[in-house]
């Protein structure tokens, strides 16, 4: 699976949306980019996933350029409960499992 | 999705004892994974276990050390043998399905 790298941390403001990139340099054709959060104590919570087109869900807007080697993560507003760190995965071979590189700390302060 | 718990969810034990997490799913699921999770580090994968197979484990990770059973498709259990300090960490069970991937709450083990 292509390896990722995100920053290690951001802040946002309570209400902003929050832009969390995301390089994937060596992506292969047929890997998607998954996009998983941990909030403190808890365990991991999916939140997209995308192959080539954009997607948005209830949550979040999923946005992969179109080499995609990159891609950006957004909350549209950002909540206090949006705090935690955020994982962009890259994965290609079904029944594998997730591998966790360091993630993103969002930070979001009112 | 899948609904996952995990007991104990959190436990305190001595080094040179054994804890078995246990880790039940609300629907059958072939592909179960456990990963560990030091403090305030990421998660690392121990072992995949589908059932009818033996557990596959990542490197670093052994079998006499992180034992694992899979007797059916909706419960699983890993060991933590012999403890040490270092083993102090979250410990969460997570299942793979409609190719997605789920997790529990985790098993915060502390070992003195």
């Known amino acids: 699976d292509a390896k990722t790298t995100q920053p290690t941390s951001m802040d946002c403001a309570e209400g902003r949306a929050a832009n969390l990139p995301c390089n994937h340099s060596t992506i292969s054709g047929n890997e998607y980019v998954y996009w998983y959060r941990q909030i403190h104590s808890q365990g991991p919570q999916y939140i997209i996933h995308?192959?080539?087109n954009n997607e948005t869900n209830e949550m979040a807007s999923l946005i992969i350029t179109e080499d995609r080697k990159s891609s950006t993560l957004i909350l549209p507003h950002a909540t206090l409960r949006d705090t935690a760190v955020y994982y962009c995965i890259v994965k290609g071979q079904a029944g594998t499992a997730l591998i966790f590189g360091k993630g993103t700390t969002l930070s979001v302060s009112s | 999705s899948a609904v996952i718990s995990q007991k104990p969810s959190r436990d305190i034990c001595q080094r040179g004892t054994s804890l078995t997490i246990q880790c039940q799913v609300d629907s059958q699921v072939t592909m179960m994974f456990w990963y560990r999770q030091q403090p305030g580090q990421s998660l690392t994968l121990i072992a995949t276990?589908?059932?009818?197979?033996?557990?596959?484990?990542e490197s670093g990770f052994v079998i006499d050390k992180f034992p694992i059973s899979r007797p059916n498709l909706t419960f699983s259990t890993l060991t933590v043998s012999n403890m040490s300090p270092e083993d102090s960490s979250i410990y969460l069970c997570?299942?793979?399905?409609?190719?997605?991937?789920?997790f529990g709450p985790g098993t915060r083990l502390t070992v003195t």
């Open positions: 997570s299942v793979g399905t409609a190719g997605l991937q789920y």
């Open positions: 276990a589908n059932q009818g197979s033996e557990a596959t484990y």
């Open positions: 995308g192959l080539k």
